[in-house]
């Protein structure tokens, strides 16, 4: 078996490529917290402020933010949805579809 990186990666490929049922959502995430990392970004974007903006006012890292926007993070916990939301002006359930 060829253990050059490349051949590593074609094997990785392969089993992507095998298993792609499997890797429909990033992290395992249900397509609920996916349409939640689209929602939040076009809200944040809307209100004109930028993830560490947000960040700052709901009272969570930087990092939270951008994982959330790019689903790869798992659903946030309640207070934290609550956090964003009402940093963004806007209802849990128009930002976080589905996870109430």
Not at 43 to 56: D, Y
Request: charged share 25%; no cysteine; proline share 6%.
């Amino acid at each position: 078996m060829d253990d050059t990186p490349s051949g590593a990666a074609r094997r990785a490929w392969s089993r992507f490529e095998r298993n792609r049922e499997h890797f429909s959502a990033p992290l395992g995430l249900d397509n609920a917290s996916v349409a939640a990392g689209a929602s939040l970004r076009r809200l944040r974007e809307a209100r004109g402020l930028s993830q560490r903006r947000l960040a700052t006012i709901a009272h969570v890292s930087v990092t939270t933010i951008s994982r959330l926007e790019r689903d790869r993070r798992a659903i946030p916990t309640s207070p934290t949805r609550a956090a964003i939301a009402g940093a963004l002006g806007a209802p849990v359930g128009d930002l976080f579809p589905g996870l109430d």
